[in-house]
């Protein structure tokens, strides 16, 4: 069984959410819950974007015991030295140093030559090691770069002495099956492969963040980067959480496990969306307020007699209880079971009377409270 490493960048490339910025005292509050959840890696941000961000990134590196703390760094010297100056004090600093390859973002965003890309990341990556005790290296885009190249640039970072090698799709073009081939023929092509940790970090815009860094660790990766609740820049990041469940619930397919103490998923998620003020959207998996709801009489029911029916995580696993939401499809088997919940046991009788004045009020209200099945029984008791 393989551990899967995960780096949680949602202090960074989560903050690059349009309209999330957090203070240096919200991250280490979010950097301590991650580190209760048990990540491997937490980017904290990009030191050399702000003074501010530096001042968080170095907070965090303070906090942190459990865990390596990262900063981004474009490969230029300055932003390597502002991500040492957050960084020196961690108990384990880890530079996250980045350049562009595709042939896209060579011509029109760096305007720089095959030649010079190489150059660049090697000299980068070899001023990193000076500092750092772990460097890791991103291929930005590497998913639009054409393959022999992106083998070259990879085995440059190596030779300069980068221990991890990301290779991101950095605007979530890929399919999981491209993605997969992207790492196979890297592991295939460049010496000295089997030495470094080979990470994926990928994005939602059509929807495959997840499914790709799931394909990506099918095709031999050992590190997914990730966010919670998969915020990040435009439709987000793969969500840590998700691939977390995937991992687990699919163990013997994926014969691969994760650190990650799985019951503090639920804590984690709600303190990144109160902080970020990013919601979760209800039906979002795993974390979505209704990823184990169950409403309709039939799925009640199955649930009821045994919870395997209609749910493959438990939500206790992530920290959470089954909900057995009553609305105009449930049944009276759940209705029974609710009322006696709520200390109403009730006889036959009085529970088709008031089963049936339910099913009246759910015509007319889409969730039921609690609040509203006492108040159907204390007027029933009231009329009797
Ligand atoms: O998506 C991306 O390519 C990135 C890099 C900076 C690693 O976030
Ligand atoms: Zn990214």
């Known amino acids: 069984m393989r551990t899967i490493y995960i780096f949680d960048t949602t202090l960074r490339d989560g903050e690059q959410s349009p309209g999330v910025n957090l203070s240096a005292r919200e991250k280490v509050e979010i950097a301590s819950q991650l580190e209760k959840l048990g990540v491997n890696v937490i980017e904290a941000g990009f030191a050399a974007s702000s003074p501010g961000d530096l001042e968080a990134v170095r907070e965090v590196a303070k906090s942190v015991k459990n865990a390596s703390v990262a900063s981004l760094a474009r490969s230029v010297r300055g932003d390597i030295d502002k991500a040492w100056e957050a960084l020196k004090v961690a108990e384990s600093p880890y530079l996250h140093v980045f350049l562009a390859t595709s042939p896209i973002h060579r011509e029109y965003k760096l305007n720089m030559t095959k030649e010079q890309v190489l150059e660049r990341a090697e000299e980068a990556v070899r001023y990193g090691k000076k500092f750092f005790p772990i460097v890791e290296f991103s291929a930005e885009d590497a998913g639009r770069t054409e393959i022999d190249f992106l083998c070259e640039v990879v085995d440059r970072a190596i030779r300069a002495g980068a221990q991890i090698i990301n290779l991101p799709d950095t605007v979530g073009y890929l399919t999981p099956e491209e993605y997969a081939e992207m790492f196979a023929e890297i592991r295939r092509r460049v010496p000295g492969i089997e030495r470094v940790r080979l990470s ?67 804590r984690t998620s709600r303190l990144v969306s109160k902080l970020t003020g990013m919601f979760v959207p209800a039906n979002k998996a795993v974390v979505g307020a209704n990823a184990f709801a169950h409403e309709s009489g039939i799925h009640q029911d199955g649930m009821l007699k045994n919870k395997s029916t209609y749910e493959i995580i438990t939500p206790e696993s992530i920290g959470l209880e089954t909900r057995l939401v009553l ?9 029974r079971e609710k009322l006696e919940q709520l200390g109403y046991p009730q006889s036959d009788d009085q529970l088709n009377f008031l089963f049936a004045r339910f099913k009246e009020l759910a015509d007319r209200k889409k969730e039921i409270t609690d609040d509203d099945l006492i108040a159907l029984v204390e007027e029933k008791l009231t009329d009797s």
């Open 200 to 266: 994926a970090h990928c994005h939602d815009d059509l929807g495959m963040a997840v499914a790709n860094s799931l394909a990506a660790i099918q095709a031999g990766v050992e590190q997914v980067e990730g966010t919670i609740n998969g915020i990040g820049e435009r439709a987000g990041n793969a969500a840590i959480e998700e691939i977390a469940m995937a991992i687990k619930t699919r163990e013997s397919f994926y014969q691969a496990q994760t650190t990650l103490n799985l019951k503090e998923i639920d």
């Open 327 to 335: 609305g105009k499809h449930s049944g009276r088997h759940a209705f």
